[in-house]
């Protein structure tokens, strides 16, 4: 599916839905963009800091510095659980209402803790919200999407995740002298705003038309389609032709009795496994966590984070413009490639004895393209996580891949400061030769085992690796079930009346159970 035809789907209403949302997406973002620097802010420092008596100040220790910005992904990790079976029995709406829920308690608890504890364990609750709301989010839109614009409507959770990172990091800055409770008071309750805005924008989007047909709804899938998509597909009763499309691709998944988690690592899903996790491991391991911890300090380190976070919303608002275009290969191998190059420089540069000014900034300018590099990496993996797993398993895939993207990150949270610092290795700007490493691995796999499915609807990615083609053979690869015509309806293609269109359903259905016997004598 091309993008134009993708474009000539998207209705005013669909792109509402989008933002409604990917909207939930800015809880994660503040969080992320705030903590970093509201945890060296005077006025959250005075009340859960620790006061070292000889010097008068106050700071936090490695120790505590690193439980605290580890320990959260624990929760996280339970949310991305808890997504796939909340989701499966309760529809996406039901599910962000309750991570807007979740979202308020946590807030709560933060802004009445009397110790770092206290608000450490709001923040492991807040983060159960996030990890259900980062799978929620980009598996609806991708959903009800057309093929041609998905990599840009799921891409819009990453770049409100950049906004809300900014907007965290934006609060920080203006807070940065306050020593008043104030201080850190305001930064952590405006992220009430998201929960908030989940609660009354959401109530106005239909559910997945997917989801209902799932369910034996039709009827209501139907309707739910008929609100997303242009008026003429309506009339033409093309919508109606698509739901019974997903049907009949349902209908085969449950032949082939795919959906187990146990088939998550059998058959053709392996190496989907492998790759989905691969994504979400370099997206952390190539310099996100690295620039975030190692980064610029002093009175210029809050303006310096603002300046990273709008160069992030760029770098985003870029990958999602092009991901449809050149597709999801291109992003990632440009990503991995500025992530090496990068991370050497802060290597060599950074460890100088007596670096000069001009190289200081060097430093400075290669952590936010760092930033950048990683950015890439984001766009993709969440983008095909969501439509990687085909007819009956988009939301197994959904979770794995943001539970290794939590332990991902617990991992190097932890771990950073360690290498970073006393009492540990002490490397300091010396890790980025290690990260640089990996950054090439990121690289190579980039190049030789990422597929190219944009374009693709999701039912015919169970066709397409089926085919066991090299990762640059997707693109051109011809498919014929009911996966290519589902591709074909959400095009706006139709081939006349209404009697066609049924014969057109029915051929979709004896290909794709053709396809479905092959599979089954072949396992």
């Known amino acids: 599916m091309s993008v134009k035809a993708g474009w000539k789907q998207t209705t005013p209403f669909l792109v509402f839905c989008v933002i409604a949302y990917a909207w939930g997406d800015l809880m994660f973002g503040i969080d992320t963009g705030s903590f970093g620097s509201l945890q060296v802010l005077p006025a959250w420092l005075k009340d859960f800091g620790h006061l070292d008596p000889a010097t008068g100040k106050y700071s936090n220790p490695t120790s505590r510095t690193s439980i605290m910005n580890s320990v959260v992904f624990a929760g996280k990790l339970v949310g991305t659980m808890l997504f796939e079976p909340i989701a499966e029995r309760l529809g996406y709406k039901y599910t962000m209402y309750i991570t807007a829920l979740i979202q308020f308690v946590a807030l709560i608890i933060e802004l009445t803790a009397k110790n770092w504890v206290v608000f450490t364990v709001g923040r492991i609750i807040a983060y159960l919200s996030v990890g259900i709301v980062e799978n929620c989010v980009p598996s609806y839109i991708s959903e009800i999407s057309p093929a041609g614009v998905r990599g840009f409507m799921s891409g819009t959770m990453t770049v409100l995740v950049t906004v809300g990172n900014l907007w965290g990091a934006g609060m920080s800055r203006i807070f940065a002298t306050e ?4 201080g850190w008071i305001i930064p952590v309750a405006i992220q009430f705003l998201p929960a908030l805005g989940i609660l009354v924008l959401v109530p106005f989007t239909p559910e997945s038309p997917r989801w209902l047909v799932s369910k034996g709804r039709t009827d209501e899938a139907i309707h739910s389609l008929n609100r997303v998509r242009p008026a003429h597909d309506v009339s033409n009763g093309l919508t109606v032709v698509e739901v019974q499309a997903f049907e009949a691709a349902i209908e085969d998944a449950q032949t082939m009795r795919e959906g187990r988690w ?9 190496r989907r496994a492998i790759i989905t996790g691969l994504l979400f491991w370099f997206y952390q391991s190539t310099g996100v966590q690295f620039v975030n911890i190692y980064g610029p ?3 210029m380190a809050f303006t310096y ?11 985003t608002i870029v990958g999602i413009v092009v991901i449809d275009h050149f597709g999801r290969r291109p992003p990632i191998i440009l990503g991995s490639f500025v992530c090496i190059i990068f991370n050497a420089l802060i290597a060599g540069l950074g460890s100088k004895k007596n670096p000069s000014v001009t190289e200081g900034h060097a430093v400075i300018a290669s952590t936010v393209m760092v930033l950048v590099g990683s950015k890439m990496f984001q766009c993709v993996s969440f983008l095909m996580a969501s439509e990687i797993g085909g007819k009956s398993m988009r939301k197994k895939f959904m979770g794995y891949g943001t539970s290794v993207d939590v332990l991902s990150a617990f991992v190097f949270t932890f771990c950073l400061p360690y290498l970073l610092k006393k009492p540990g290795a002490n490397l300091g700007p010396k890790v980025g030769w290690l990260i640089a490493g990996d950054s090439l691995f990121a690289f190579i796999f980039s190049v030789f085992y990422v597929p190219e499915i944009a374009g693709r609807s999701l039912e015919e990615m169970d066709e397409l690796f089926e085919m066991r083609l090299w990762a640059w053979q997707f ?5 014929s079930g009911v996966g290519r015509r589902i591709a074909q ?21 004896k290909l794709e159970k053709q396809r479905v016997e092959v599979g089954q004598r072949q396992s």
């Open 475 to 479: 693109k051109n690869a011809e498919t």
């Open 489 to 509: 309806l959400e095009a706006g293609h139709t081939t006349g009346d209404k009697m066609e269109m049924d014969e057109y359903i029915e051929d979709s259905k």
């Open 262 to 270: 146990s088939d998550l690592f059998r058959g053709t899903f392996r």
């Open 179 to 182: 020593t008043r409770r104030i």
């Open 297 to 299: 300090t002093g009175k």
């Open 305 to 315: 984070s603002v300046i990273a976070q709008a160069c992030g919303i760029v770098a």
